[in-house]
């Protein structure tokens, strides 16, 4: 590398080819790749290059030789976990961000990032009814917002109890009670942990059709004397359900100890969009802190997502740090409300996304999302063969293979063999879960570009994935 290499113009203009390339293929690209972690090892696997080669080479070597391994995940038949797709202002914004490289952790470093920062921030509690005062941050994804709400969660327990967690630790102290839903995300338990609660010491209440059980909430916090940690689930990754957000503030301001909501609403937020769906995620307005995700139904690349705090100074109080070569910027600093110092400038493709549709776009956008998953359940629902396991009112579709001659743990099998087959197959990739004791199969439905016609093809990928198990 030295300071005479030429500007890379030729190296953006490959990756451009590539990227443009890719995206066209799309629509008919085999959505999966089945690719063994040998396959991979061997077509990527090197020793660090003593000299370097011509960038351009570079990027078009890596697509060749990757290409086997690189999923359709962005295209409109991808229908596993819960993935968005990247729409074009989006990724333009991405692009832009990557060239002008700027440091998104503080002022001093970018006041063209800080402040777009500000406004995405804005815009999105806009969008989502939430409090305009609210303090907030954007983050890698829902787990990272998360770890920001339940970091600020530790610091208003610690209050309740005397100490500052933050600022003297855990050790020593009473310990804090976190509850939530037998359905709380993996990602929300694994922060847990990080945070030193223990994840095994989150004290879990049934949930039932995936909604947390109020009374028994309710019973549990009665025999519970000081502060706790409720996290609340809008909505559940298998099958899409929403707790109760409305009751789960009341039991909130009810508990004599003093109570925390925090809500991941890594995708059901995005029912606030939508005025027929508001009504799913009403109450959410009322938690003390929300987590929710950029890459998953904003469509923007990974990575993205967005924590918004009810409490600004403990917020801040939580993320507090400083030095000597950081000070006084007057300006606003994102590093004081997250855990990373320097950060992407993952604002401006979320500005772009959000300019480029407006308001209307996204709630357009929702509302089809929403419909595609309606019309999937409707087919599953009159399809001998498949079965709708918990009929949900948003975007996932949790369903199974049965027949009739099959006990339960016959169609578990089943079930498991036709996520295989429908993987293998390429036209759809749905992932398999389990709900209830029971394997499950899931179909998300958050990608902009996700037509009636691609619906159409999941539906026939199921249906043949089950007459040849059948066979
Ligand atoms: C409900 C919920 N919370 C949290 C997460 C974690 O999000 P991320 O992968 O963006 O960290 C997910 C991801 O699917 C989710 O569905």
Request: glycine share 10%.
């Amino acid at each position: 590398m030295n300071t005479s290499m030429d500007s890379g113009d030729a190296a953006l203009r490959e990756a451009y080819a590539l990227a443009t390339a890719f995206l066209a293929s799309l629509p008919q690209r085999p959505v999966s790749q089945v690719a063994t972690p040998q396959e991979m090892a061997s077509a990527l696997d090197e020793v660090l290059p003593e000299h370097g080669s011509d960038p351009a080479g570079v990027v078009g070597e890596w697509f060749a030789r990757a290409e086997r391994g690189i999923t359709a995940s962005p295209g409109p038949r991808f229908f596993g976990f819960v993935n968005g797709g990247v729409t074009p202002a989006a990724l333009a914004g991405d692009w832009l961000a990557s060239a002008i490289d700027q440091n998104a952790g503080m002022w001093a470093a970018s006041p063209a990032a800080a402040q777009t920062e500000l406004v995405v921030l804005r815009w999105l509690k806009e969008l989502f009814g939430l409090p305009a005062e609210w303090a907030g941050a954007l983050t890698s994804g829902a787990t990272m917002a998360n770890l920001v709400g339940l970091v600020t969660a530790r610091q208003w327990a610690g209050r309740q109890l005397g100490f500052d967690a933050a600022g003297d630790g855990l050790a020593g102290q009473p310990p804090i009670v976190v509850v939530a839903s037998s359905e709380i995300h993996l990602s929300a338990v694994k922060c847990l942990g990080t945070l030193g609660f223990g994840r095994n010491q989150v004290r879990q209440v049934a949930a039932r059709r995936g909604a947390v059980d109020i009374d028994a909430l309710a019973s549990l916090l009665r025999g519970i004397d000081g502060p706790v940690i409720l996290v609340g689930n809008a909505a559940e990754v298998n099958s899409g359900h929403f707790d109760d957000l409305g009751a789960l503030a009341d039991l909130r301001d009810a508990h004599a100890g003093g109570a925390w909501l925090h809500v991941d609403a890594a995708f059901g937020l995005f029912a606030a969009v939508s005025p027929r769906l508001a009504h799913l995620v009403r109450g959410v307005e009322r938690a003390d802190s929300v987590a929710a995700d950029g890459h998953k139904w904003l469509n923007v690349p990974y990575d993205s997502g967005f924590a918004f705090v009810r409490d600004g100074a403990l917020l801040r109080e939580a993320f507090a740090a400083s030095g000597a070569y950081v000070a006084g910027s007057g300006g606003w600093d994102p590093f004081t409300h997250v855990p990373e110092m320097s950060r992407r400038f993952r604002g401006l493709a979320a500005w772009c996304a959000l300019k480029a549709y407006g308001r209307s776009g996204y709630r357009a956008m929702v509302e089809r999302c929403v419909d595609n998953a309606a019309a999937f359940a409707r087919w599953v629902e009159a399809t001998p063969g498949v079965e709708l396991m918990n009929p949900a009112p948003l975007n996932i579709v949790c369903f199974r293979l049965v027949r009739a001659a099959l006990d339960d743990t016959a169609s578990d099998e089943l079930t498991r063999a036709a996520v295989r087959a429908i993987q293998a197959d390429g036209r759809a990739f749905v992932t398999g879960t389990v709900w209830q004791g029971r394997a499950a199969i899931r179909a998300a439905f958050d990608n902009w570009r996700t037509t009636a016609a691609d619906v159409r093809l999941l539906q026939e990928a199921v249906a043949q994935a089950g007459i040849a198990l059948a066979a």
